[in-house]
Each structure stands twice: as structure tokens, then as C-alpha cells.
């Protein structure tokens, strides 16, 4: 009983002796049987309520960035732009087919980065060479996992609300890196900032720029990270008026799925 009430809940009475005390045993043992059913049930009823969750998260995406890229697209078509026009569908192909993963809601990180870098370019060439990219990425960083579709909402919110008031001079740097022993993903632009007010907004609502983007809230990655890894991960966002914004995801290094319990 002292065993079981220290949390081993695979422990058992000996069922001998006589009288009374032999019977106690057995009930007791009964009893931390029916323990250990009813907290089997409980943590798979939480395990299955987590997938949910992340589920309904991770379809929270709407069509307008299809709507708006495919606008480009025809646009291009409609002024000769041929040659842009072909890299738009071939990077918006590998954009969605990057989304799907086979139905994977866990990719590696690699897959990730590849996934924003077309987002980033189909923005660019739609923007006009608006702002210009970089990546700066730990190769051995690459292999482990990263939730789908976690960077692409910061860039989105970089484009639309760092690059405002911004013409010709706009730069924006994907950065991946270890610090602690675990995955930092910075997405940084030399924007016009924010002041906390901005910050506790865009952390606060699951959708930004639903009218002009995929519609998923830094939010919504955020939350996506906590329920997957735990609440010590997640994203934080930093910005000095006139000198730009960081948005950084953390995570840790995992390779495998089964070891976060997915």
C-alpha cells in the first residue's frame, strides 16, 4: 500500500495469510486494478483530446493565399511574364505538396524550411522583389522533427505587417540554430517594429491577415508547439519601433514521433 501510494500503481498485495487479512489483500488488490484501468482510460482520453485539438488547429487555413497566388499567376500569364509564371506554379506545387506530407501533422525540420522557402519566394515574385530573403541554417539542426506549416505564419505576418510602409529596402532572414540544446527558428525583419500592445495582440488572436494570407495565427503556431511539446516551448516575439521584429519558434531535438507521444 505504501508502494502503490508513492505512485507505483503496478504494485500488489500478497495474497496470503488468514482471516481478514487475506481478504483485505484481495480487494486491495482489486481496487488497484480498477485504479489502473480508470487512469489508462483517462490518459488515453487526453492523448486522443490533444490530437484533436492539434487537429482542429492545423485546419485552420483558409484558401486566400491559393486565391492570391493563382491572381499573380494569371496576371503574369495575361502580361507575357511566362518564365515567372512558370516558376510560380512550380513553386506553389511544392509549396502544397510539402502542406499534405502524406498527411503527416510532424515533419523534419528540413521539409519545414523547404516548405517556407516557397512561400517566401511566391511572396517575392509577387511583391515585385519587394523585400529580400536569407537563410542562415544549422545543417545539423535539419534532420529533426518540427510541426508542419509553424514558420510559414511568421513569415506571412513579417510580409504583411513588418514590410508595410516598406518599398524597395525590405529584408527578411530565416535563422535556425541551438542554443541551450534546443531548436531556435528565428524569422527576422528589419520592418518597422511593434510596440507591445502590437505583440500582445498578434499572441492573443488565432488569425492575423485571414483576408490576405493562409489565415493560421502565430497564435495558433504557438499553441500547436505547447500542446505538441509542452508548455516550456512555443514562440516569442520581440520588436523595437524602427528597427525591426524577431518572431522565434522553440522547440527540442527530436528525431523520432514516438518520442513525443504523437
Same mark, same amino acid.
Given at each position: 500500500?505504501?508502494?502503490?501510494?508513492?505512485g507505483?500503481?503496478?504494485?500488489?498485495?500478497?495474497?496470503?495469510?488468514?482471516?481478514?487479512l =487475506?481478504?483485505l489483500?484481495?480487494h486491495?488488490?482489486i481496487m488497484?486494478e480498477?485504479?489502473?484501468k480508470?487512469?489508462?482510460?483517462?490518459?488515453?482520453?487526453e492523448?486522443?483530446?490533444?490530437?484533436?485539438?492539434k487537429k482542429?488547429?492545423?485546419s485552420?487555413?483558409n484558401p486566400?493565399?491559393l486565391?492570391?497566388?493563382?491572381?499573380?499567376i494569371?496576371?503574369m500569364?495575361?502580361?507575357?511574364?511566362?518564365?515567372?509564371?512558370?516558376?510560380?506554379?512550380?513553386?506553389l506545387?511544392?509549396f502544397?505538396?510539402?502542406?499534405?506530407?502524406?498527411?503527416?501533422?510532424?515533419?523534419?525540420?528540413k521539409?519545414?524550411?523547404?516548405?517556407?522557402t516557397s512561400?517566401?519566394?511566391?511572396?517575392?515574385?509577387r511583391?515585385?522583389?519587394?523585400?529580400?530573403?536569407?537563410?542562415?541554417?544549422?545543417?545539423?539542426?535539419?534532420?529533426?522533427?518540427?510541426p508542419?506549416?509553424?514558420?510559414?505564419?511568421?513569415?506571412?505576418n513579417?510580409?504583411?505587417?513588418?514590410m508595410e510602409?516598406?518599398y524597395?529596402?525590405?529584408?527578411i532572414?530565416?535563422? %535556425?540554430?541551438e542554443?541551450?540544446?534546443? %531548436?531556435?527558428?528565428?524569422?527576422?525583419d528589419?520592418?518597422?517594429?511593434m510596440p507591445?500592445?502590437t505583440?500582445?495582440?498578434?499572441?492573443?488572436? +488565432?488569425?492575423v491577415?485571414? =483576408?490576405?494570407?493562409?489565415?493560421?495565427?502565430?497564435?495558433?503556431v504557438?499553441?500547436r508547439? +505547447?500542446?505538441?511539446?509542452?508548455?516550456?516551448?512555443?514562440?516569442?516575439?520581440?520588436?523595437?519601433?524602427d528597427?525591426g521584429t524577431?518572431?522565434?519558434?522553440i522547440?527540442p531535438?527530436? =528525431?523520432?514521433?514516438?518520442? %513525443?507521444?504523437?
Open positions: 500500500m505504501r508502494e502503490f501510494g508513492k507505483n500503481y503496478q504494485a500488489k498485495a500478497e495474497e496470503n495469510g488468514i482471516g481478514e =487475506k481478504i489483500s484481495a486491495f488488490n488497484a480498477k485504479l489502473q480508470q487512469m489508462d482510460e483517462i490518459r488515453n482520453n492523448r486522443e483530446q490533444r490530437k484533436m485539438e482542429l488547429l492545423q485552420q487555413i486566400h493565399f486565391y492570391n497566388t493563382l491572381d499573380s494569371i496576371w500569364i495575361q502580361g507575357g511574364e511566362y518564365k515567372g509564371a512558370e516558376q510560380m506554379v512550380s513553386l506545387a511544392k502544397f505538396r510539402i502542406s499534405l506530407s502524406q498527411g503527416q501533422d510532424i515533419i523534419p525540420l521539409k519545414e524550411l523547404e516548405h517556407a512561400y517566401l519566394s511566391i511572396q517575392n515574385i511583391f515585385k522583389d519587394k523585400f529580400d530573403f536569407s537563410v542562415q541554417a544549422d545543417e545539423n539542426l535539419l534532420q529533426y522533427l518540427c508542419k506549416l509553424s514558420i510559414q505564419p511568421l513569415l506571412e513579417a510580409i504583411y505587417h513588418g510602409g516598406i524597395d529596402d525590405g529584408e532572414q530565416i535563422s %535556425i540554430y542554443k541551450n540544446s534546443l %531548436i531556435h527558428i528565428d524569422v527576422i528589419n520592418g518597422l517594429g507591445p500592445e505583440i500582445e495582440y498578434i499572441m492573443h488572436n +488565432k488569425v491577415s485571414s =483576408k490576405r494570407g493562409s489565415g493560421i495565427g502565430v497564435r495558433n504557438d499553441e508547439i +505547447k500542446l505538441i511539446f509542452g508548455n516550456a516551448y512555443g514562440v516569442v516575439i520581440t520588436s523595437e519601433l528597427e524577431t518572431a522565434s519558434i522547440i531535438k527530436i =528525431k523520432k514521433v514516438e518520442d %513525443i507521444g504523437y
